[in-house]
């Protein structure tokens, strides 16, 4: 089969399209034919090795212990290990795994949920990391609740656009920033407000907001503490757009130190992929009551230009890498 491997850490021109072993399941997993994939800020640091504690989390000081990159994956059941309980052969799933920039990947099926019908595949493989984020960011660490007023920061990028729309799904007042290219999109996916960045700096307005995310993270937590109401919660998501992993690693212990000072809280995280919120989000897709926004499409082969074109943090929603078969008709 084809796949991206790198066996060098580096820029996108380490990675290559190759031909590489079927993979088999193990008892716990299931194989799966890969329709579509999706990128994540999350990638480019597997590929760089940087900030170089992600060489101490994913294994492989000197060079990568695992030659496959790709986390989002959508596609079809070819194969169940034996010990496989809840999806069969010919299913449509969406979830997480590793090296899914591949024609076959297998994964556990603790991180897979049924696609619904009514998505392509496209769609469902640009949820899994970039909606799972937004919806514990909110949900769990936000504790957000009906009626609150939340503020999306960075509303255009991938985990941002989620969380706009799962955060009116939970029934609050949303507000989006974003530039000015993007306020038209961020209303058109349920955002209440919109502020242009380039003309307001929000922490500056006098607006109090319950509950902040900073998808993209540009401005300091201090600023971020000052546009919080009273018991307000501002939470961190990912290491993409302005803020690197390493940065939000180091936030992390800072905005706990901050959290002990009065009643405003200060957190960030990184999300952990399980079937039970994959399943929550499943029927919110079904619903429509989150709509996965795509900017732009590439195919298996074009993975490095993918992943060039989200490290330069212009990208609108998601990128997704489109999987084509040789016997597909």
């Given at each position: 089969?084809?796949?991206?491997?790198?066996?060098?850490?580096?820029s996108?021109?380490?990675?290559?399209?190759?031909?590489?072993?079927?993979?088999t399941?193990?008892?716990?997993?299931?194989?799966?034919?890969?329709r579509a994939?999706?990128?994540?800020?999350l990638?480019?640091?597997?590929?760089?090795?940087?900030p170089?504690?992600?060489?101490?989390?994913?294994?492989g000081?000197l060079?990568p212990?695992?030659?496959?990159?790709g986390?989002?994956?959508?596609?079809?059941?070819?194969?169940?290990?034996r010990?496989?309980?809840?999806?069969?052969?010919g299913d449509e799933?969406?979830?997480?795994?590793r090296?899914?920039?591949?024609?076959y990947?297998?994964?556990?099926?603790?991180k897979?949920?049924?696609?619904?019908?009514?998505?392509?595949?496209?769609d469902?493989?640009a949820?899994?990391?970039a909606?799972?984020?937004?919806?514990?960011g909110?949900r769990?660490k936000?504790?957000?609740?009906?009626?609150h007023?939340?503020?999306v920061d960075?509303?255009?990028?991938?985990?941002?656009?989620?969380?706009?729309?799962i955060a009116k799904s939970?029934g609050a007042?949303?507000?989006?920033?974003?530039?000015?290219k993007?306020?038209d999109?961020?209303?058109?996916?349920?955002a209440d407000?919109?502020?242009?960045?380039?003309?307001?700096?929000?922490t500056?307005?006098?607006?109090?907001?319950?509950?902040i995310?900073?998808?993209?993270a540009y401005?300091s937590?201090f600023?971020?503490?000052?546009a919080?109401?009273q018991?307000?919660?501002?939470v961190?998501?990912?290491?993409g757009?302005?803020?690197?992993?390493?940065?939000?690693?180091?936030?992390m212990?800072?905005?706990s130190?901050?959290?002990?000072?009065?009643?405003?809280?200060?957190c960030?995280?990184?999300a952990?992929l399980?079937k039970?919120?994959?399943?929550?989000?499943?029927?919110?897709?079904a619903?429509?009551?989150?709509?996965?926004?795509?900017?732009?499409?590439?195919?298996?082969?074009?993975?490095?230009?993918?992943?060039?074109?989200?490290?330069?943090?212009?990208?609108?929603?998601?990128?997704?890498?489109?999987?084509?078969?040789?016997?597909?008709t």
């Amino acid at each position: 089969m084809r796949a991206i491997i790198y066996t060098e850490y580096g820029s996108p021109d380490v990675l290559q399209f190759t031909e590489v072993a079927k993979p088999t399941p193990k008892d716990d997993e299931v194989l799966i034919r890969i329709r579509a994939a999706s990128v994540n800020p999350l990638d480019w640091h597997f590929m760089r090795g940087e900030p170089f504690i992600v060489r101490l989390m994913i294994g492989g000081l000197l060079k990568p212990k695992t030659k496959r990159l790709g986390v989002d994956v959508a596609g079809q059941v070819e194969a169940t290990g034996r010990n496989v309980k809840q999806f069969k052969p010919g299913d449509e799933v969406f979830g997480a795994c590793r090296g899914a920039f591949a024609e076959y990947v297998c994964a556990t099926e603790e991180k897979l949920a049924l696609k619904p019908a009514n998505i392509s595949f496209e769609d469902a493989a640009a949820v899994p990391v970039a909606a799972t984020t937004a919806l514990q960011g909110l949900r769990d660490k936000g504790r957000i609740q009906r009626g609150h007023k939340v503020l999306v920061d960075g509303a255009s990028g991938g985990v941002g656009a989620f969380a706009v729309q799962i955060a009116k799904s939970f029934g609050a007042e949303v507000t989006a920033v974003c530039s000015t290219k993007n306020v038209d999109t961020a209303r058109s996916i349920g955002a209440d407000h919109a502020i242009d960045y380039t003309r307001e700096d929000f922490t500056q307005s006098g607006h109090r907001y319950d509950l902040i995310m900073g998808a993209n993270a540009y401005h300091s937590i201090f600023d971020y503490r000052r546009a919080l109401s009273q018991d307000g919660i501002y939470v961190g998501a990912g290491g993409g757009g302005g803020q690197s992993l390493q940065g939000m690693l180091l936030g992390m212990l800072l905005q706990s130190s901050l959290s002990l000072i009065g009643s405003k809280k200060m957190c960030g995280f990184i999300a952990k992929l399980n079937k039970k919120d994959l399943d929550f989000l499943k029927d919110l897709l079904a619903a429509g009551n989150i709509v996965p926004f795509i900017d732009r499409r590439y195919p298996l082969s074009d993975v490095a230009q993918a992943i060039r074109y989200l490290e330069e943090g212009h990208a609108r929603g998601k990128v997704v890498i489109t999987v084509e078969h040789s016997n597909d008709t």
